[in-house]
T-cell receptor, first 114, second 111 residues
């Protein structure tokens, strides 16, 4: 079966510290992968998406970066966190055919920057 | 750029009352999807609509896609406490890789 993992589940980091969030998927190959951020009580903001190894598209200028070192691994990073980076970070995997599309989300990482 | 507007932002209902959320796109969508996010959880796919004028039902939930494929609605009949959460619409537009997301409608059941 298809599974998506994210860790850690929660994270509290001081301003200026680095960040690394990891997402891995199982049960598929060459998936389209996405990083979203959700501020408290708000909608989903697309940060990055990747259609393959080493291929990253950025949607919003920011101090975050993403990498895809392996087919089923997607990493979100920052060298120096800002207060505004707090939020709920969701990794998603697009499942799609000509007639069916769905984004399947991981459990998310709740990041608080203090 | 393409946008999907979703209203209302919140809806407070008594248990047993109906709930409706609406989405409007600035451009024609190839399809529209609906997701539910429970409090503290992640979005979970509910359904996809593809055809102009399509109507689909899942028990007490009715989903509609407009004739022009630019608007959609989700209607819940006789809400229950298990319906609490935020409902998002999302549509595929010009890009093959990005969903355009509505801001969500939060369903709150009055105590």
């Amino acid at each position: 079966s298809q599974t998506i993992h994210q860790w850690p589940a929660t994270l509290v980091q001081p301003v200026g510290s680095p960040l690394s969030l990891e997402c891995t998927v199982e049960g598929t190959s060459n998936p389209n992968l996405y990083w979203y951020r959700q501020a408290a009580g708000r909608g989903l903001q697309l940060l990055f998406y990747s259609v393959g190894i080493g291929q990253i598209s950025s949607e919003v200028p920011q101090n975050l970066s993403a990498s895809r070192p392996q087919d089923r691994q997607f990493i979100l990073s920052s060298k120096k966190l800002l207060l505004s980076d707090s939020g709920f970070y969701l990794c998603a995997w697009h499942v799609g055919t000509a007639s069916y599309n769905e984004q399947f989300f991981g459990p998310g990482t709740r990041l608080t920057v203090l | 750029g393409q946008q999907v507007m979703q209203i209302p932002q919140y809806q407070h209902v008594q248990e047993g009352e109906d709930f409706t959320t609406y989405c409007n796109s600035s451009t024609t969508l190839s399809n529209i999807q609906w997701y539910k996010q429970r409090p503290g959880g992640h979005p979970v796919f509910l359904i996809q609509l593809v055809k102009s004028g399509e109507v689909k039902k899942q028990k007490r939930l009715t989903f509609q896609f407009g004739e022009a494929k630019k608007n959609s609605s989700l209607h819940i009949t006789a809400t229950q406490t298990t319906d609490v959460g935020t409902y998002f619409c999302a549509g595929w537009g010009d890009s093959n890789y990005q969903l355009i997301w509505g801001a969500g409608t939060k369903l709150i059941i009055k105590p």
